[in-house]
């Protein structure tokens, strides 16, 4: 990925963080996006990389985000749609509000990154939307977020069409449970993340994974190795749906 240009949205945490990490690392030309300017500081501090900010469920940051690449003429050689939220909660009591909040943030949120950035794309470019293997196995209390997920999945079929001409592919990885601010966010104390952590001794992994684990995959299909690979899912789960 060496002097290769990769904007990743939501990359002042977790994944997102921890894959501008390997990348600037590994040379490439880091770009992340970020909803909170005090978070976005100090992650462009820590990796030494570019911000803007972008929440994903306002379009108005996002064509701004888009104006600001093209002023600043960045091209991309890679997108990663990562920036995503996770509030668990059973159908029976799930609020209209916690629906939306997911759907803005989860579906909408990239497929109008996507189409604000097209034309910062280059011609090839490789698209990689961070998916949840919650798509394929139901895991109580997260039907909203698995149908976000879905949702935006469905799409990456279809653009993958309407794209080609382009030069741009999409492919997307279901990571598995890693251990992230996610959890806490969704309102797990620290207690019950290591209670259900210790429950992932028991996959063929052995362990839950980390963010670190989930950047190889996602580095694959940025790189030009992924080049014939067309709405792939690579699911990153260490073992857990077997
Ligand atoms: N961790 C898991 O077990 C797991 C499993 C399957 C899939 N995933 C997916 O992996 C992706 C990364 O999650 P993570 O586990 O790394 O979580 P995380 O540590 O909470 O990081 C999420 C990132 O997305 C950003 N973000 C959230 N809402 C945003 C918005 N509206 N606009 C812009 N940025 C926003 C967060 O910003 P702030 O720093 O401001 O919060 C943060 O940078 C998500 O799409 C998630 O659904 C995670």
Not at 170 to 175: A, G, Q
């Given at each position: 990925m060496k002097n290769q240009t990769v904007l990743i949205t939501g990359g002042t945490a977790g994944i997102g963080f921890a894959l501008a990490q390997h990348l600037v690392h590994n040379g490439a030309h880091v770009v992340i996006t970020g909803r909170d300017p005090e978070r976005l500081a100090n992650a462009t501090q820590r990796l030494g990389c570019a911000g803007?900010?972008?929440?994903?469920?306002?379009?108005?940051q996002i064509q701004a985000l888009a104006g600001d690449l093209q002023r600043d003429q960045i091209k991309l050689d890679g997108?990663?749609?990562n920036a995503g939220v996770f509030f668990p909660e059973a159908l029976a009591t799930t609020r209209e509000a916690a629906f939306d909040l997911t759907f803005n943030t989860n579906t909408k949120g990239p497929f109008f990154t996507l189409q604000a950035l097209l034309p910062c794309l280059k011609n090839p470019a490789s698209v990689v939307f961070v998916s949840s293997i919650a798509v394929h196995k139901a895991f109580p209390g997260a039907a909203v977020y698995a149908a976000s997920k879905a949702a935006f999945e469905a799409i990456v079929r279809v653009a993958n069409?309407?794209?080609?001409?382009?030069?741009i592919r999409?492919?997307?990885?279901?990571?598995g449970v890693t251990a992230t601010e996610i959890q806490g966010k969704a309102g797990m104390s620290s207690e019950a993340q290591a209670a259900f952590y210790e429950t992932l001794k028991a996959t063929p992994f052995g362990r839950v994974m980390s963010p670190e684990d989930q950047v190889g995959a996602i580095e694959f299909l940025l790189s030009g190795h992924?080049?014939?690979l067309r709405n792939a899912v690579i699911e990153v789960d260490g073992g857990l749906l077997l």
């Open positions: 803007y900010l972008a929440d994903s469920t306002q379009l108005t997108l990663v749609l069409l309407e794209l080609a001409p382009s030069g999409i492919n997307s990885v279901r990571p992924s080049l014939p």
